[in-house]
């Protein structure tokens, strides 16, 4: 066992490093909208988006600016937008689940995990590219709650974190008995059958109004990383569940029926990789 305050401190590092990067995140989907419309590059700082005024640092401290000036711009007083507040929260508090549910046993584990240093490598680097994962989910979660599209580009980034997460899983599998693989290989296809070909048939069925056409596609990533049916199951309920709480009353009132499906794909898997490490009985039921 690792010193409790140890323990805290690491949780409260990883917190701060989730907000920062949520900050970059929001500010990268802005990036890619303004390279998208070619419109004139913002340049390397940041800048309001209404007065064009450079950010002073002091008003770009994730999540704490935000919250001093209440959302507003310093110099002329216009609405920043909620999409920069619920980005930094939202990385931090996820940065902060997933080094609980993933980096901590990992600590706790230390003496037992170096004797086989192939496990101990696996497990740090899955946990790694999960973080780096969720930056780039965090861009296309933004810019698809703003903008209701996901750029190809990102989402080839986001398939390719799922699949080097796939595949440090599947060596761990074969590392601790090759007679699994195979069981594990299955389990994952059909993780990917039942995340992406949900969103896939959706997509299709509802002429892109439930489900755009990069969906399916995100859905795609999230089940690699996943790698298990079971906990793309849940995902793909959790979405689901989030947008019809959260996102069809509005859509239903402005006549527009498009959901962006997005988000609450990112936020549900989120959850899932959390709880499915942690709680047994998520995983246990399986294949
Ligand atoms: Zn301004």
């Keep these: 066992m690792v010193d409790t ?3 805290s401190l690491i949780l409260v590092m990883m917190f701060i ?6 900050s970059f995140a929001c500010c990268q989907a802005w990036r890619w909208r ?5 419109q004139k590059e913002l340049g390397q700082w ?6 064009k005024k450079r950010i002073k640092w002091y008003d770009n401290i994730p999540i704490v600016s935000w919250l001093i000036l209440r959302g507003k711009c310093r110099n002329c007083g216009k609405s920043i937008g909620i999409a920069d507040l619920l980005s930094e929260i939202g990385l931090a508090v996820a940065f902060l689940m997933l080094s609980w549910a ?6 706790n584990n230390w003496t037992l995990l170096s004797l086989h240093p192939e496990f101990l490598a696996i497990q740090l680097a899955v946990f790694v590219m999960m973080l780096m994962m969720l930056v780039v989910l965090t861009v296309l ?6 903008w209701g599209e996901l750029p190809v580009v990102l989402l080839t980034l986001a398939i390719l974190f799922g699949a080097i997460i796939f595949v440090l899983k599947m060596k761990e599998v074969s590392l601790s008995d090759e007679a699994d693989l195979l069981r594990s290989l299955g389990n994952a296809a059909l993780g990917v059958l039942v995340l992406a070909g949900t969103c896939f048939v959706i997509y299709k069925a509802s002429k892109e109004r439930l489900m755009g056409g990069g969906d399916w596609l995100l859905a795609l990533a999230l089940a690699l990383a996943l790698a298990d049916w079971w906990l793309a199951l849940w995902t793909i309920f959790l979405a689901n569940l989030l947008g019809d709480v959260i996102a069809l009353p509005g859509a ?13 794909l990112v936020v549900a898997f989120v959850i899932v990789l959390v709880l499915g490490n942690c709680l047994p009985l998520l ?4 294949f």
């Excluded at 402005?254 to 959901?259: D, F, L």
């Excluded at 995983?283 to 399986?286: A, E, L, S």
């Design 5 to 7: 305050m140890i323990i």
């Design 17 to 22: 490093l989730g907000a920062v990067f949520g």
């Design 34 to 38: 303004y390279h998208a419309t070619k």
């Design 46 to 51: 940041s800048v309001c988006m209404h007065c």
């Design 102 to 107: 993933y980096l901590v046993p990992v600590l």
């Design 141 to 146: 979660a933004v810019y698809d709650a703003k």
């Design 252 to 264: 239903m009132k402005k006549k527009s029926h498009v959901v962006h499906f997005g988000p609450f």
């Design 283 to 286: 995983i246990k039921v399986g």
